[in-house]
């Protein structure tokens, strides 16, 4: 079956200080077979996408359709790099930690964890004029690297829906009802297709992701067209890089993903089944209406890492054209900061597109799942070792408690997989004894 891609398709206290720990996993989007992928740099009213794309099928059928707020040039255009999305993805992503107890009997010890240029040449280009009763025209055609992209303007949704499907583009009927929104608001329609030829020059299994960059005083992602032909639910992954604030959605909630909770250590084992289990929870508590924060933080450093920073070359690469040559050391910072946003909608859960603010919210923030393992010594050692493990049960269910609450599985089930030995009962007290 031809398949059509229309991109653009329980709060936690902060923490305050360095989070430290040690790095084991993280639920980066490999997790996800069909999570779209987008990173969107903006400064001012100027903003750089890039597209990352996940098209599964016979490449004559690809589609892509997005709504922009300009004509855009050439020079405005540029084929990605696939593995710094990669990267930023990796960097980004929610990670499990461990520790390791310390030995109770000794005193602590204190110690501090260690951590595109984009041309935007203005060449004139012919306008020419599709089938007049149709009310489209091409504003411009270009081929960029495996791409064939027209850029188009028109009067009528039904119109551009007739040009589109006369033209070979595969979009299903009916696409006429999610495009008149932006015919009204006068926007342009960037319109890609796999040139074969080109693409067999590049020697790749998959398409490199598109950039374009373009001037708006509207901080919006579209994601409607992307919902036309939806079968069910779809992820979105959102990197937003800008100068110096968390970025949130003005028109829908936006909140932290929990963040920072003991877990019992044989998740170790699972990280990926309990975070999609976790996010599926969290989603299906706020009936899929909900934009999730799963990270921000400086780009010029971390604490874990799940991946190391991007260097200032990526950062160029991905469109961050305010960073200088001369950037400042990454232990220093960067004036670069990074928000991961992550939705899971449908029509009815989002029927507006996404309007986002950079705010003057600069507290880290990451999506982290701790371990403790037990110290392994005896009881005997110490008194400190005696009370160690008087507690430690009660530890482990609370850790027990935090996986069921954070993810809806079952609590018996929890304790079977942990073996958790019975807490020991305090004696009852006898509340008569006393009384004659």
């Known amino acids: 079956m031809k398949t059509l891609i229309l991109l653009l398709s329980m709060l936690i206290p902060q923490i305050t200080q360095a989070f430290c720990g040690f790095y084991v996993a993280k639920a980066d989007s490999s997790l996800y077979n069909q999570a779209s992928q987008v990173v969107m ?36 255009i540029n084929i990605g790099d696939a593995e710094i999305i990669k990267h930023l993805d990796a960097f980004t992503a929610p990670r499990l930690v461990e520790y390791h107890d310390p030995n109770p009997c000794r005193p602590p010890i204190a110690f501090m964890d260690s951590m595109a240029k984009m041309s935007r040449n203005k060449m004139p280009m012919p306008k020419t004029k599709a ?54 608001q006068d926007m342009k329609f960037f319109v890609a297709k796999v040139n074969l030829k080109e693409h067999s020059k590049t020697k790749l299994n998959f398409l490199r992701p598109i950039q374009f960059a373009f001037q708006s005083e509207k901080f919006i992602l579209p994601i409607r067209l992307g919902m036309i032909n939806a079968k069910g ?30 877990l019992p250590v044989y998740i170790k084992k699972d990280f990926a089944r309990f975070y999609q289990s976790m996010f599926d929870h969290q989603v299906k508590q706020y009936d899929l209406r909900v934009v999730f924060t799963e990270y921000f933080w400086n780009m ?17 690469k ?14 220093q910072g960067l004036p670069v900061q990074v928000t991961r946003l992550h939705v899971r909608y449908t029509p009815e859960s989002f029927p507006e597109d996404l309007r986002l603010q950079e705010t003057g919210d600069k507290q880290n923030f990451q999506g982290r799942y701790v371990l403790r393992h037990a110290w392994q010594g005896k009881p005997e050692q110490c008194d400190a070792a005696r009370q160690y493990f008087d507690n430690l049960p009660i530890r482990h269910q609370q850790e027990a408690r935090n996986l069921a609450k954070l993810t809806g599985w079952s609590l018996t089930e929890i ?7 019975k807490l020991k009962k305090k004696p009852e007290e006898i509340w008569w004894k006393g009384l004659w």
Not at 163 to 180: F, H, M, R, T, V
Not at 240 to 254: C, Q
Not at 415 to 421: A, E, F, N, S, V
Request: hydrophobic share 40%; glycine share 6%; aromatic share 8%.
């Open 318 to 331: 991905l469109g961050v054209f305010w960073l200088s040559a001369n950037a400042p050391a990454l232990r």
């Open 233 to 262: 639910p779809q992820d979105l992954l959102l990197y937003v890089l800008t100068e110096k604030g968390r970025v949130e959605a003005t028109n829908y909630r936006t909140l932290k993903l929990p963040s920072n909770m003991d």
């Open 41 to 76: 740099v903006r400064k001012d009213d100027k903003t750089v996408l890039s597209l990352m794309n996940d098209y599964q099928g016979e490449l004559e059928d690809f589609a892509m359709v997005i709504p922009v707020p300009e004509v855009l040039q050439k020079g405005q």
């Open 415 to 421: 304790h079977r997989q942990m073996d958790l030995p």
């Open 131 to 184: 089938k007049p009763d149709l009310g489209v025209i091409v504003e411009a055609e270009y081929t960029i690297g495996e791409y064939d992209i027209v850029i188009l303007s028109a009067k009528e949704s039904t119109g551009l829906e007739s040009w589109l499907q006369i033209n070979g583009y595969n979009i299903p009927n009916g696409a006429s009802q999610a495009l008149k929104p932006y015919i009204k």
């Open 300 to 316: 010029g450093w971390c604490d874990p890492c799940a991946a190391d920073p991007l260097s200032s070359n990526e950062l160029t």
